[in-house]
């Protein structure tokens, strides 16, 4: 997990208002974190309610993720868009 979601914490990292105040880096990593642990849970072979990550199993991931591309976008920073 990367060092900055560590320091603050997961639970405060989803928070959906936190991610309007946080670098473009650290914006860009959570993006990445998001992208490898949906690749995870496809990978992993299980049920959705199974995986490791519980990506589309669990309600807070979309918004979360959402969130973080609505700002990748107001920053005016390339991406590509998550695949759900």
């Given at each position: 997990?990367?060092?900055?979601i560590?320091q603050?914490?997961?639970?405060?990292?989803?928070?959906?208002?936190l991610?309007?105040r946080?670098?473009?880096k650290i914006?860009?990593?959570?993006?990445?974190?998001?992208?490898r642990?949906?690749?995870?849970?496809?990978?992993?072979?299980?049920?959705?309610?199974e995986?490791?990550n519980?990506t589309r199993?669990?309600n807070?991931?979309?918004p979360?993720?959402?969130?973080i591309e609505?700002q990748?976008?107001n920053?005016?920073?390339?991406?590509?868009?998550l695949?759900w």
């Open positions: 997990m990367l060092v900055e560590e603050v914490g997961v639970e405060k990292a989803m928070n959906l208002s991610v309007g946080v670098s473009d914006l860009q990593d959570w993006h990445q974190l998001v992208r642990a949906i690749k995870e849970d496809d990978d992993s072979g299980l049920p959705a309610s995986t490791p519980g199993h669990h807070d991931w979309r979360w993720a959402d969130e609505k990748l976008v920053r005016q920073i390339e991406y590509v868009p695949t």
